[in-house]
């Protein structure tokens, strides 16, 4: 599942993926956006661990346009993906 989520595939193109490849054992539909849900997750938590951690080495004025360039990536894929 992983590997469909960091080539850049839709859940619905990994469901897809799934049940050609396993037929009847295919992880549900639901389980394939939970697991969505944890990777996205995951990487906001751990980019919000690094910018609290560049807030404390580098000064205000470098880091903000860094956050606000970061934050438009991710806004921009979530869209692609059909999450907002």
């Excluded at 807030?55 to 970061?70: E, H, S, T």
């Amino acid at each position: 599942m992983k590997f469909c989520f960091l080539l850049g595939k839709s859940a619905d193109e990994a469901i897809l993926m799934l049940h050609e490849a396993f037929k009847e054992e295919a992880l549900s539909n639901t389980q394939v956006y939970e697991w969505y849900s944890l990777f996205k997750g995951t990487r906001v938590v751990i980019a919000l661990n690094l910018l609290n951690h560049f807030k404390k080495i580098i000064p205000v004025i470098f880091w903000v346009p860094l956050v606000y360039r970061f934050l438009s990536e991710i806004l921009k894929k979530m869209k692609s993906h059909g999450r907002h």
